[in-house]
């Protein structure tokens, strides 16, 4: 079945720390990937995405992830966090066709809190 | 473009009625998402359209849900008669046909059904 699981529910770090927050799948075919992050009250909004090519991929806010086909995993990295980082941080993924690829599904959320 | 346009952006009514939920996807967009969004089961998607043609609503929870896409600028999401676990944030998103673009995210519609 596919699925998308982020271990951690809740991650909490200080200003100016580092972060990863991990997302592994499961998927039959060559999945599209992303990252969205959402802050209260808000819609998603895209920080990165990897169709193919170079696994590691820049996304917006100084983010990055990192495709890793051999574990399943597209973990979300950040060298210095700022206190706007604080939201909820969702990984999905999509099947390879035109348009299809938004078909996402979606894990649970990590939620990220900031401290000063 | 304003991006996703999602109306109304709160929305509480008495178990029974019927609700409706509305969409204006970005112009150009030919495919259309409805996704609902609740802590016990995450980020869900309803039903998609491609060119107002439903694609694939397996993700539907029941006949009481409806989807409409009267024209390209203009989904419904409509709830008949809505129940109290139909309570969520309900967000709908758009893309177009390139390929490797993303899903753009309307701010959703919080649904409150006491």
């Known amino acids: 079945a596919q699925s998308v699981t982020q271990p951690d529910i809740h991650i909490t770090v200080s200003e100016g720390a580092s972060l990863e927050l991990r997302c592994n799948y499961s998927y039959g075919a060559t999945p599209y990937l992303f990252w969205y992050v959402q802050s209260p009250g808000q819609g998603l909004q895209l920080l990165l995405k990897?169709?193919?090519?170079?696994?590691l991929v820049q996304g917006i806010k100084g983010f990055e992830a990192e495709f890793k086909r051999s574990q399943s995993s597209f973990n979300l990295r950040k060298p210095s966090v700022h206190w706007s980082d604080a939201a909820e941080y969702f990984c999905?993924?999509?099947?390879?066709?035109?348009?299809?690829?938004?078909?996402?599904?979606f894990g649970a959320g990590t939620r990220l809190a900031v401290h000063p | 473009d304003a991006g996703v346009i999602q109306s109304p952006r709160h929305e509480v009514t008495e178990m029974g009625q019927e609700v409706t939920l509305r969409c204006k996807p970005i112009s150009g967009h030919d495919y259309l998402f409805w996704y609902r969004q609740t802590m016990m089961r995450g980020l869900e998607l309803l039903i998609y359209f491609n060119n107002n043609v439903p694609i694939d609503d397996s993700g539907m929870p029941e006949d009481r849900f409806s989807a409409k896409m009267p024209n390209a600028s203009f989904s419904t999401l409509k709830i008949q008669p809505s129940e109290p676990r139909d309570s969520a944030v309900y967000f709908c998103?758009?893309?177009?046909?390139?390929?490797?673009?993303?899903?753009?995210f309307g701010q959703g519609t919080r649904l409150t059904v006491v």
């Open positions: 998103a758009s893309s177009d046909d390139r390929a490797y673009t993303e899903a753009f």
């Open positions: 999905a993924v999509g099947p390879s066709f035109s348009g299809g690829y938004n078909k996402l599904i």
């Open positions: 990897y169709f193919s090519g170079d696994t």
